[in-house]
């Protein structure tokens, strides 16, 4: 696995490994991820073989800009526009209606998908690097804890990673389904604060 600095050169040598079908690790905010470009389809494939995930487990989608997510899903609504203003850049992920360009490997054959647009900065700037969204899971087999440096990864298939050093640790990100108004998961941001942007009495 080639190393590269989180520097301007570092990333254009992930984006382009991205473009070409290559698995990347790299840092979010939580934990060391692996990425590929979620319209290609063999990317994906390579990436779920290295995993050892089943092909019916969705993936998390990251995004630079909130814009950037129209690629991933339908119109996302009004209470999903509310969300992203509060909270992205952050540790938000919103489930919502899937794009139909995008292939149904990367959304495990479901008629959604989970978009976020995380707070670490780096992580987005391989996003703008790439020139797109990336799938965004965690750097390890799938059933095993996830990675907080590159040093302990013993995956194979994998390309090229950004390395920042190792993470703290962190919460996993709160996991919303907009249309059935209720948190899968929650992480760093709350049922109360979510309630609150809907409910228009969100301090922020």
Known sequence: MKRVPPTAEGLAAAAACLRAGG????????????GVDPFNVD????????KGRPAGNPFIMIVAETGDADSL???PGEDARLLMKAFWPGPLSLILPKHPGLPDVAAGGLGEVAVRCPALEIARDLCRAVGGPL?????????????LDLDTCVLEGIDLAVDTGALPPAKPSTVYHVAERRVLREGPIGVGAIAAVLAGTYPG
């Open 73 to 75: 899903c339908e119109e």
């Open 23 to 34: 698995v990347v690790a790299y840092p979010t905010e939580t934990v060391y991820g692996l």
């Open 135 to 147: 799938i965004s899971t965690s750097l390890n087999r799938s059933g095993e804890p996830p990675a």
């Open 43 to 50: 990317a994906v494939e390579r990436l779920l073989e290295a």
